[in-house]
């Protein structure tokens, strides 16, 4: 039994090494996900937000596994977004706004994520987690290395610059992809993936 890893399938997307922008085209995908909003350093529905995330992916991964079809649970990602740009240059979190994700493979449908939300409620308490579709496109991506609070120059050189010499707008949410669990990896060696979807300016 071949087991889908969404960080093989799609290595352009997942496992870039630009650490500078750069542009990739990201294909539609779906995912496990939860909106919330506020710190994620300090918001109790952002733990559990991710605690549930986890527990629906994996009862939906046991149970593929049982059917014959298996994959590798994806890296936690986040959609983060606000009225106001600038609060993510400068890190006032309090103002951010999320979706939480995690990927999955096409053969997973909105009844298999009920059922497994429910499988996953009778054992522990879950937020509500659904499906959701995203279709990204042409997006700026690049791989940061680092504490996540150093994010800042690169998102203001991509707002304040590389946008404009590229002749792109931006048309979605920033996106962020955490190769690394900051439980177990000094900030320093944190990898993530920034991502932002573009669109030429008419």
């Not at 994620?40 to 991964?61: F, G, H, M, Q, W």
């Not at 706004?97 to 909105?110: A, E, G, K």
């Not at 800042?152 to 690394?180: F, K, N, Q, T, V």
């Amino acid at each position: 039994m071949t087991r889908y890893d969404v960080k093989r399938e799609l290595k352009a997307c997942y496992a870039p090494t630009n650490t500078d922008w750069a542009l990739v085209d990201v294909p539609e995908q779906q995912f496990l996900a939860v909106d919330g909003q506020g710190d994620p350093n300090t918001s109790v529905d952002y733990v559990r937000a991710v605690e549930s995330l986890y527990t629906v992916a994996y009862t939906i991964k046991f149970r593929g596994k049982a059917d014959g079809r298996d994959f590798v649970v994806g890296p936690l990602e986040g959609l983060w977004w606000s009225e106001n740009p600038e609060v993510f240059t400068t890190r006032a979190k309090d103002a951010w706004q999320w979706r939480m994700l995690v990927s999955l493979p096409d053969w997973v449908t909105d009844e298999i994520v009920d059922e497994a939300r429910q499988a996953a409620l009778r054992k522990k308490s879950i937020v509500e987690v659904r499906r959701d579709v995203l279709h990204e496109g042409t997006s700026a991506q690049l791989l940061h290395r680092g504490p996540y609070d150093d994010e800042g120059p690169a998102l203001a050189r991509l707002h304040d610059e590389y946008l404009a010499a590229h002749h792109l707008r931006m048309a979605g949410h920033h996106h962020e992809i955490y190769l690394s669990d900051p439980r177990r990896t000094e900030p320093a060696k944190l990898k993530t993936i920034l991502r932002q979807p573009v669109r030429s300016r008419a």
